[in-house]
């Protein structure tokens, strides 16, 4: 076998094992100490459980699955923008797609519960979805008026800032009893999430996840430059636009269910071609969704365990941690350019 075969294997292997240990973790660790036995009671034998089962099933399990499942969709999502605009400090949060995607949910959110309206799980999406593409319009927007991408880099904060603050004034004076619970789901949180909730992100993600897989081979000709995928055959002006689709639909349906996660998207994907030593698409987007899941998992766990009974929001989490290795990359590329 070749030695780099080896060395993609074994590094599938590393995030297997890091995503079922965290899972495990996630599962263990509460405000609530549950012993290890009663935890496989309830997951196993959830009628001998009791009050333990209720907690695993209904509260730790899904919000750990809601973890992997979206940590891993945010992680794509960045990996699929990078390939984008060709560009390794895009992703969802740094371009103000997410701010957008929060803005759409929250203002939805206000109306719907001030007139007595049920707002469903489809019903978030489609706002965050609507928010996502409204920002991404306007950074395509001002990529055609924009030369250079650190430019467009702070364009896209500067609207991601815009839209949180709009956020914060619209849940600042929200006068719904029902909406105290938005100012903490704004700051991002995988709390709160159950089953319901759980498989419709579920069938978004894993499906938006597949198409992203398809396209992985004119992502390959695309990384090289828009000139050699169209003459490999690829339709670049459609394949362009099935990125920007898959990238927002991701990167909503996160938003819609855990509010913005900073620094997932820029971070994993980053750190995934480091190991892997890579940029062949269909090799790291597998890895991405599996590297997400498990750094959303351990941010997740330090959020609500490190401070308990206080829970941390999560994306304060990730930005401790994913900040650092995008200043890291940022001094490396310089460095590259210069040497």
């Not at 973890?67 to 371009?95: D, E, K, R, W, Y």
């Not at 797609?97 to 929250?106: E, N, R, W």
């Not at 089953?195 to 398809?214: E, K, N």
């Amino acid at each position: 076998m070749d030695p780099r075969q080896k060395q993609h294997i074994l590094a599938y292997l590393l995030l297997t094992l890091a995503l079922l240990v965290l899972l495990a973790l996630g599962l263990l660790a509460g405000s609530t100490r549950i012993p290890t036995g009663e935890v496989l009671t309830a997951l196993f034998k959830p009628a001998q459980g009791g009050m333990s089962a209720g907690i695993v099933r209904n509260i730790r399990l899904p919000r750990a699955l809601a973890a992997v499942l979206l940590g891993g969709a945010l992680s794509v999502a960045g990996f699929l923008l990078q390939t984008f605009f060709g560009n390794p400090i895009a992703g969802p949060f740094v371009l103000g797609i997410s701010s957008g995607a929060k803005l759409t949910v929250a203002l939805t959110m206000i109306f719907c519960l001030s007139h007595g309206i049920l707002l469903t799980a489809a019903g978030m999406i489609g706002a965050a979805f609507a928010g996502a593409m409204l920002a991404m319009s306007m950074i395509l927007l001002a990529s055609n008026r924009l030369r250079g991408m650190s430019l467009l880099i702070v364009c896209g904060v500067m609207i991601g800032y815009i839209c949180s603050a709009v956020t914060e004034i619209a849940v600042t004076f929200a006068d719904d009893s029902n909406i105290v619970n938005l100012h903490y789901w704004s700051m991002g949180s995988f709390s709160g999430i159950g089953w319901g909730d759980l498989s419709t992100a579920a069938l978004v993600v894993l499906a938006a996840f597949a198409c992203s897989i398809l396209l992985a081979k004119p992502m390959d000709a695309y990384r090289l430059g828009e000139a050699y995928a169209g003459s490999m055959g690829v339709n670049v002006r459609r394949f362009r636009a099935e990125l920007i689709l898959l990238s927002s639909l991701l990167a909503a349906t996160v938003t819609a269910f855990a509010g913005p996660i900073s620094f997932v998207g820029i971070a994993v994907p980053h750190l995934i071609k480091g190991l892997f030593r890579s940029s062949k698409p269909l090799l790291l987007l597998p890895a991405c969704f599996l590297g997400g899941g498990a750094f959303c998992l351990f941010c997740d766990l330090i959020a609500r365990t490190l401070f308990a009974p206080t829970e941390l929001s999560i994306s304060s989490v990730t930005a401790v941690f994913g900040a650092p290795v995008v200043i890291w990359m940022l001094f490396n590329r310089r460095k590259g350019e210069r040497t």
